[in-house]
């Protein structure tokens, strides 16, 4: 995994993390589920459920104008249990795009789309999805199995788990994880698109379209894949996705039919106006500096009594948590930490973190003190209505209700589970203390709650400075066994991708695993071998006949013995790529030819890298990692070989 190794997180709006392996066990699945991602299984089982994601009808879209940033329609994955009628449905997170200001904003917005402002030419005629050409964003209300190839579940571990030993309470639910992709906790409600460029110069439209993405996808739930039957519903969701569930809680309430059991359950979202250490409140002035972009307020994408509770001059106040939770009717059940890993430096910009044999200063302290309980009085806004609760713990944690994003460098996605992959690796199980002495883990806790345990309700962490046996924070994951020794590299060339026979004009598909693999010429599926340069088919080819494997400026050519020649152009990489799920800044690669460049944030300076195909090696980069391009229908994607994925918007390809 590209673990991402800093003390400290700062993260703006978007950018890089290794996703976990996801991985689901036959066994756990119910006999009843109807896996909609039916690919998965055809191309290597579900042990490798990663990837892409299923794009709602453009249709469906165009009903609801619903647009990402660059236009494109909103994704989501599922899990389907035809035999349930309880949904869970989770919103993802990854910061924001914000400023201080419009501009700023604006600028910061378009980065995240994979765009330039201010543009570089007028795009007031442009429409972004014309660049993009792929079939299952450009129009058609089906999606067909090689639509499919490669969609991941969405099982992203915790409660979206289907595994009962880890999500005992939730496992059988139908599961719905919902993309991000308008930077504005899914409440932006922009009619009209901001004219920006592709990094090439070309026209392009932006569009803020949050609310809209929101409600196009619970109406294809409800229409089209079940959910108009549903009994109960959780909206949960992480981070900036937690926040969106309190920008959307009430408004699902008026989507979903009466007598349907709704309850909130956001993870990470209760960010805290708070005063940061220099004595300002950038992280408020920034939403502020944002609205007029997202047009959150005046579009109505937050909670509606909390906008007709405050004037105009204080609706900032209903883009965050803390005001809004006073006014939500709907049954709320609230998980954060006290000592939130991302609020602490990037509202409190407090960097220092105690841990053994590296303490803080006594004003460190006093200020990491003053905010927990600044946490601790505010979410009384939560737990002060009947049939709400809390989970609020003292732990150096961000997101603790699911596991995808347990592979950063601090710890994230941790302590659902003792069994989950996050909690193992930093030795955490960020269990609470109740009243009646019983000792909850974030996945007790809320079972309980929604069981209707009154107790549970309210498990509030005694533990008032880093002092929760259950979460000791080394600074680093806790030590794991080594890990197997690197096998040595093939020893024989990259053959796969997509060649032409230059004398026929005949494409051709070749497959390799390690040093042997398959094409079809003519309706004949070859095989053959490989060693060093040289590649050696079966006698059904030609009666059998090498190829010598030569680089050119643009690819690769293959000369075979029989006088026949192939080319193979080498794939792009140039263009930003952010690690998926998003959270530092993205990477820039520069390439020419089949060379090219990138600067690693991890301190790895200038990474050199070349092309063969699809397939990127790398000269420097965690000891020379592998990637192969997948190329899908919004984004792209680099499958590296330590499990981890790097996405590329199409638009930000140069």
Request: aromatic fraction near 10%.
């Given at each position: ?581 998003h959270w530092f800044t993205a990477v820039h690669m520069a390439q020419v030819g089949c060379q090219g460049s990138f600067t690693n944030g991890d301190g790895e300076g200038l990474v050199t890298y070349s092309v063969q195909g699809t397939t990127m090696t790398t000269k420097n980069f965690m000891g020379g990692l592998t990637g192969d391009l997948v190329v899908g229908a919004a984004e792209d994607t680099i499958k590296w070989s330590n499990h981890a994925m790097w996405e590329r918007n199409h638009t930000a390809s140069v």
């Amino acid at each position: 995994m590209m673990h991402r190794e800093k003390s400290v997180v700062r993260a703006e709006n978007h950018g890089l993390q290794s996703p976990t392996r996801r991985s689901v066990s036959m066994q756990s699945l119910p006999v009843t589920t109807l896996i909609v991602t039916v690919a998965v299984a055809i191309l290597g089982g579900l042990e490798e459920a990663t990837a892409q994601n299923i794009a709602l009808p453009q249709d469906i879209a165009d009903k609801f104008g619903a647009k990402c940033l660059n236009g494109q329609a909103p994704t989501y994955e599922i899990t389907r249990n035809v035999s349930e009628t309880r949904w869970i449905l989770f919103l993802e997170g990854g910061g924001w795009c914000y400023g201080p200001d419009a501009n700023s904003t604006i600028r910061s917005c378009a980065g995240r789309g994979g765009f330039v402002w201010p543009p570089k030419s007028d795009a007031k005629s442009s429409d972004t999805r014309s660049e993009t050409t792929d079939k299952s964003n450009g129009g058609t209300s089906t999606i067909t199995v090689a639509d499919r190839a490669g969609l991941g579940l969405a099982d992203m571990g915790g409660v979206m788990a289907q595994d009962p030993t880890v999500n005992p309470d939730f496992y059988t639910w139908n599961k719905v994880f919902i993309h991000y992709c308008d930077g504005g906790s899914m409440g932006s409600s922009r009619t009209d698109p901001i004219a920006v460029s592709t990094h090439a110069g070309q026209p392009a439209q932006m569009w803020m379209r949050g609310r809209n993405n929101f409600d196009a996808v619970v109406s294809y739930l409800q229409t089209t894949l079940g959910m108009g039957n549903a009994t109960e519903v959780i909206l949960s969701g992480g981070s900036a996705g937690g926040l969106a569930v309190f920008y959307n809680l009430d408004h699902l309430a008026t989507l979903l039919p009466k007598g349907v059991r709704l309850t909130g359950f956001p993870d990470a979202g209760f960010f805290l106006d708070g005063m940061s250490v220099s004595g300002s409140y950038t992280y408020r002035q920034n939403f502020i500096g944002a609205d007029p972009v997202w047009n959150v307020t005046k579009g109505s994408g937050t909670n509606l009594k909390c906008l007709a509770a405050y004037p105009a001059s204080e609706s900032w106040k209903c883009l965050m948590a803390p005001y809004i939770a006073a006014f939500i009717d709907t049954p709320l059940y609230v998980m954060n930490s006290a000592f939130d890993a991302y609020q602490l430096p990037n509202i409190l910009g407090e960097t220092c973190v105690p841990k053994p044999g590296a303490p803080c200063s006594a004003s460190a302290n006093a200020s990491l003190l003053a905010y927990r309980n600044q946490m601790i009085n505010n979410i009384t806004a939560v737990t002060s209505k009947p049939g709400n609760g809390a989970f609020i713990d003292s732990c150096f944690v961000h997101e603790q209700n699911v596991n995808y994003c347990s592979s950063q460098g601090m710890p994230n996605c941790v302590g659902w589970s003792p069994l989950s992959t996050g909690s193992k690796k930093w030795g955490y199980t960020t269990a609470v203390t109740i009243p009646d002495g019983r000792s909850l883990t974030p996945q007790q806790a809320f079972g309980a709650y929604y069981r209707g345990d009154k107790a549970a309700a309210a498990a509030i962490d005694q533990h008032t400075f880093f002092d929760n046996p259950t979460c000791h924070y080394l600074g680093k994951p806790v030590p794991g066994p080594a890990p197997p020794p690197t096998p040595p590299p093939p020893n024989c060339s990259n053959f796969r991708g997509a060649w032409s026979d230059t004398a026929a004009t005949v494409s051709l598909q070749v497959t390799q695993t390690v040093c042997a693999g398959t094409y079809t010429e003519k309706g004949v599926t070859v095989a053959f071998t490989a060693q060093g340069d040289t590649i050696t088919t079966a006698k059904s080819d030609h009666g059998g006949r090498t190829g010598e494997l030569k680089p050119t400026s643009t690819g690769d050519a293959i000369t075979w013995s029989d006088g026949d020649a192939w080319e193979r152009p080498c794939a792009s990489f140039a263009g930003d790529w952010i690690d998926n799920p998003h959270w530092f800044t993205a990477v820039h690669m520069a390439q020419v030819g089949c060379q090219g460049s990138f600067t690693n944030g991890d301190g790895e300076g200038l990474v050199t890298y070349s092309v063969q195909g699809t397939t990127m090696t790398t000269k420097n980069f965690m000891g020379g990692l592998t990637g192969d391009l997948v190329v899908g229908a919004a984004e792209d994607t680099i499958k590296w070989s330590n499990h981890a994925m790097w996405e590329r918007n199409h638009t930000a390809s140069v």
